[in-house]
């Protein structure tokens, strides 16, 4: 039976010893919004005034222990973590079962620390809804992020209910069950290519591959490389999400090499090549660190070329040097593929704003990545040098190029017309 013909599913995890109001609420509001609330309780210590469909016990089970085992393992901290173990482990045995058209778990840091672990097992299309009194913040990893989650700040509802809190919930509660009858999963029907880019400003490649590759028979998804975009790539990466990719915006790796928080964190670049997906690279905007523009620019970049994108990002170049390291730390990274690899080298520059005439136009600094690119890809990656333009027509043609190679060889799967 289709979600459509029943009442969506919609887990609701939460505390329910010390948030029982609030999770009570919720289920409500869920029912009356065309939902079927399922309480999954997640308490350590006391015992929620309502019977759970999935007790604090069923956790425990799940993690592979008992409660009191769990409650004598040491602090708050191991004790939530192991709670976030059996929760991610019953939530994926749910899902796996047809049980769960959708989540939502109210938290403050120790339930949004689980919770994140809950969101990461389920599959993209899988509604999945946080409220958190630490929405937004960066003390959240980008890596523990699921692709489609969402979420939304528990504002002046630390201890009870009240208007502001209420109104908070309801939001929350209707945003999920409305997903879950809304939601339009991905069939996989055609392989899918992964693709990563900025803005059509900087770079431009993705109107010429795009369109092509679908006549091919396949299915794109460019993801924008600002951080969340990387994050979400990555994440379909490593549940071997795509057919090969073409990650031509890597400048994320820059990013998190020079500690911005515009990052997708420490495994960008490497979760395609654990996954033995077929990878296509290129340096694209590799040379830009990204920064929030409503900060003051870090002392170390203040001699540095500098482009302000909008009121939120800004762009700085990095020197010779630290282009020389971003280098290797690429080509160590390419080097961990376990599938074929391919590194394009567009010796004319890497972004719109390189080129002659424009605010980050460095050639000198640009040869150094060059060279030292050209010393530290290992020799099981191939590399295609070309002496263009990444935002020209004949680098997208080379991408082609090797990808059609690589179909004609059965190293990537057909495209389904």
């Known amino acids: 039976m ?35 609330p399922i309480m999954v309780d997640v308490s350590v210590l006391g015992d929620p005034p309502y019977m759970p ?8 089970k799940a993690a592979g222990t008992t409660i009191q085992a769990i409650i004598n393992s ?48 389920l599959p993209l299309g899988v509604p999945k809804f946080i409220v958190s009194t630490i929405a937004y913040s960066h003390l959240l990893p980008p890596e523990r992020i699921a692709p489609d989650l969402m979420m939304i700040l528990w504002a002046g509802g630390l201890y009870g209910l009240n208007p502001i809190c209420k109104a908070v919930l309801s939001q929350a509660c209707g945003a999920v069950v409305g997903a879950a009858k809304a939601s339009i999963r991905p069939d996989g029907e055609r392989p899918l290519i992964g693709m990563t880019s900025l803005g059509s400003s900087c770079l431009k490649y993705m109107k010429y591959l795009k369109p ?13 490389s600002t951080g969340m975009g990387g994050r979400a790539y990555e994440a379909i990466a490593a549940k071997k999400g795509f057919a090969a990719v073409f990650d031509f915006c890597i400048q994320e790796v820059t990013n998190h090499h020079n500690g911005t928080v515009v990052t997708s964190g420490p495994d960008r670049m490497e979760n395609a090549a654990r ?38 990002i800004g762009s700085v170049t990095i020197s010779p040097d630290g282009r020389r390291e971003v280098a290797r730390v690429v080509a160590g990274k390419l080097g961990a593929a376990t599938s074929p690899a391919a590194f394009i080298l567009p010796t004319a520059g890497i972004q719109e704003w390189d080129q002659e005439g424009e605010p980050l136009h460095e050639p000198e600094a640009l040869q150094a990545f060059v060279d030292e690119m ?18 020209t027509p004949a680098f997208a043609a080379k991408a082609l190029e090797i990808f059609d190679r690589w179909v004609e060889q059965g190293i990537v799967a057909k495209g389904r017309l």
């Open 53 to 60: 469909d999935h007790s604090k016990h069923d956790i425990a």
């Open 212 to 224: 092509e590759l679908e006549k091919r028979g396949y299915d794109v998804a460019v993801f924008h």
């Open 374 to 391: 050209r010393k530290a890809l290992p020799p099981a990656v191939t590399l295609e040098e070309i002496d263009t333009h990444i935002n």
């Open 74 to 121: 040491g602090d708050e901290n191991s004790a939530m973590a192991l709670m976030a173990e059996g929760a991610a482990n019953l939530v994926r045995a749910l899902h796996e079962a047809g049980q769960v058209d959708g989540m939502i778990v109210l938290g403050g840091s120790l339930g949004t620390d689980l919770a994140l672990d809950a969101a990461a097992v």
């Open 275 to 312: 996954a033995g997906i077929p990878q296509i690279v290129a340096p694209g905007a590799i040379d830009m660190v990204d920064m929030p523009a409503w900060q003051p620019l870090p002392e170390r970049f203040a001699d540095r070329p500098y482009h302000a994108h909008n009121r939120l």
């Open 2 to 36: 289709s979600v459509s013909a029943r009442l969506p599913q919609i887990l609701v995890i939460g505390t329910g010893d010390t948030k029982s109001d609030e999770l009570l609420f919720m289920a409500d509001i869920i029912g009356e919004a065309g939902g079927l």
